[in-house]
């Protein structure tokens, strides 16, 4: 764990008051969070071993290996150094984050590196790890019945306790730096320099806020590259259907995915569906199926949303094998499958929740051997 540091925590209580004071913490608080960033080296891109479609090749951007476990850490660091730097958190305030686990997990760290309270606001359902890695990180949770409720919740407690919501909802897609070096675009991009097709046909990821895909949206116009973006969502959320039609804004009482961490029942602010060129709903069954088939290729688990994107990934590929084209593909692993022992890799829990999966997993084992879907 990263230990509290001194440096912020041993000035004397009167001296973090008066805006000099304030100033010299929040420019303490940006190098420690600069330094956090620098002692962490970038995310592996593994090419996957794939033989079904020859002149096509998939690889795999880990971002389970950031130090809080996830994609979410990109954005957490993120938000912090935008609120830093547009003065909205202080050495004496509260944090608040509406979550489906694994951002606040993130934001729990960078709250814990600064000498900050943290309160995520979560809903029951939410992995048993995530919830334990929060508390790891020093963070107190609140939760709520529904996803829905996440956001209303979080306002009221930020109210309650004088805190600043960090709302990734509103801020994912505006906080990151698209145009500069240290955003996912240019790792994937300079990571694959040296392949035999550095400039992929497709990029795959997944919407939860929108953040990722509107950094890697504006990131290949900004290039100028002819990459295309293809986001993968749950058959159950919005983000589909408002792409294809612009006046739907919400999923009236339907089931919500069990897929944690990405899609929603109504649209966010941070979605931008004008940075995608396409997107594909996937069913629970279809993302279980693939992060199972996925685990015996990879030997190591993954979550339910790198499952999602496999999915998508997959009928890409069956699309380009079918029209005889050639060319990479990069999707992204979220997480580590480890935080979803008791849910996507327990048989039980998904037979309790009706998710027949194994015809969907045979279906992605067989895609490994033909390239199709």
């Avoid at 990180?137 to 805190?163: F, K, M, N, P």
């Avoid at 897609?173 to 300079?190: H, K, L, P, T």
């Avoid at 929108?210 to 504006?218: E, K, M, P």
Wanted: hydrophobic residues 40%; charged residues 20%.
């Amino acid at each position: 764990m990263t230990p509290i540091p001194q440096r912020l925590h041993q000035q004397e209580p009167d001296r973090l008051t008066g805006p000099a004071a304030r100033r010299a913490w929040t420019q303490e608080a940006v190098r420690l969070i600069g330094a956090d960033a620098r002692r962490t080296a970038d995310t592996n891109l593994i090419r996957l071993p794939f033989s079904g479609a020859p002149g096509i090749s998939l690889y795999l951007k880990d971002e389970s290996t950031h130090p809080t476990g996830s994609l979410k850490h990109r954005l957490a660091r993120a938000l912090f150094l935008h609120a830093l730097c547009s003065g909205r958190i202080g050495p004496d305030s509260t944090v608040v984050e509406a979550s489906s686990g694994s951002t606040a997990v993130s934001e729990a760290y960078f709250a814990k590196l600064l000498g900050l309270r943290f309160f995520a606001v979560v809903p029951r359902s939410v992995a048993a790890a995530k919830v334990a890695a929060i508390g790891l990180h020093g963070g107190q949770i609140r939760y709520v019945d529904s996803a829905a409720d996440i956001r209303r919740e979080s306002l009221r407690l930020a109210c309650e306790t004088g805190g600043h919501y960090m709302d990734q909802f509103t801020y994912a897609e505006r906080v990151g730096d698209w145009r500069g070096e240290d955003n996912i675009g240019c790792s994937i991009f300079s990571q694959m320099g040296a392949e035999a097709d550095p400039i992929p046909a497709w990029l795959v990821c997944g919407a939860g806020t929108g953040g990722t895909s509107a950094t890697l949206g504006r990131f290949i116009r900004y290039r100028q590259l002819p990459t295309r973006l293809c986001v993968a969502d749950p058959q159950n959320s919005v983000f589909h259907r408002h792409y294809h039609d612009r006046t739907t804004t919400a999923v009236p009482g339907g089931q919500e995915s069990c897929i944690e961490g990405i899609g929603r029942c109504a649209i966010e602010p941070s979605f931008i569906p004008e940075l995608i060129d396409r997107m594909l709903p996937v069913s629970d069954a279809q993302s279980i199926g693939a992060l199972r088939a996925v685990w015996e290729v990879l030997g190591r688990r993954c979550g339910g949303s790198t499952g999602t994107n496999f999915w998508a990934a997959a009928q890409l590929i069956s699309e380009m094998k079918r029209a005889g084209e050639t060319g990479s593909l990069v999707t992204i692993q979220c997480d580590d499958g480890e935080r979803y022992a008791d849910t996507y890799f327990s048989d039980a829990w998904l037979q309790d929740r009706g998710i027949d999966w194994r015809p969907e997993r045979a279906r992605m084992a067989a895609f490994f051997e033909s390239g199709c879907l």
